[in-house]
T-cell receptor, first 116, second 112 residues
């Protein structure tokens, strides 16, 4: 979805390096999410944010941190990358549904991260 | 990307036939379900959703069926085309109003 962009699209790094993945959206959505995808495991939630001052841990937050710099920007950091963090990383956005119900999430194109 | 779905269940269909992709969801509290399509090198793309107050919902060439009794969700694609080849994920909201729980996916291959 061109409304959600991620940079870089591909990154190869070494163990111990600090890595930042960035996500920007033009949908005007309040909610943003970071997922990782591994073969056979679907998508797992790392962190999510409902607005600029709100950050929440997801299912697998250990080893990751995030920053919500603005409504449109949500970055994911690996402070000291390790090989088992090699995966596809996706950013997603959503807006609060009517009546506070669950809302559809729209995904960016993904970042392929390889940690050697 | 090509690393997604190395060990996924695969459905192979002839072009023009109908496809049915199944999903068993886990949480009886789920009241919102989504199907996503993921093509190689791309992020998941929204296809269709359904809420628990419905049993069936139709879109363009796609239909989602929900059976809450057995916690089963299916995606039907009519007149399957080569462009439908992708990995398909179902997702449920569990007991949350804002988080989604994703299944591991099914690869659909369309034979010409």
């Amino acid at each position: 979805d061109a409304d959600v962009t991620q940079t870089p699209r591909n990154r190869i790094t070494k163990t111990g390096k600090r890595i930042m993945l960035e996500c920007s959206q033009t949908k005007g959505h309040d909610r943003m999410y970071w997922y990782r995808q591994d073969p056979g495991l679907g998508l797992r939630l790392i962190y999510y944010s409902f607005d600029v001052k709100d950050i929440n841990k997801g299912e697998i937050s250990d080893g990751y941190s995030v920053s919500r710099q603005a409504q449109a920007k949500f970055s994911l950091s690996l402070e000291s990358a390790i090989p088992n963090q090699t995966a596809l990383y996706f950013c997603a956005t959503s807006d609060l549904g009517s009546g506070g119900s669950t809302d559809t999430q729209y995904f960016g194109p993904g970042t392929r991260l390889t940690v050697l | 990307g090509e690393s997604v779905g190395l060990h996924l269940p695969t459905l192979s269909v002839q072009e023009g036939d109908n496809s049915i992709i199944n999903c068993a969801y886990s949480n009886s509290a789920s009241d919102y379900f989504i199907w996503y399509k993921q093509e190689s090198g791309k992020g998941p793309q929204f296809i269709i959703d359904i809420r628990s107050n419905m049993d069936k919902r139709q879109g363009q060439r796609v239909t989602v069926l929900l059976n809450k009794t057995v916690k089963h969700l299916s995606l039907q694609i009519a007149a399957t085309q080569p462009g439908d080849s992708a990995v398909y994920f179902c997702a449920e909201n569990g007991d949350s109003s804002y988080k989604l729980i994703f299944g591991s996916g099914t690869r659909l291959l369309v034979r010409p």
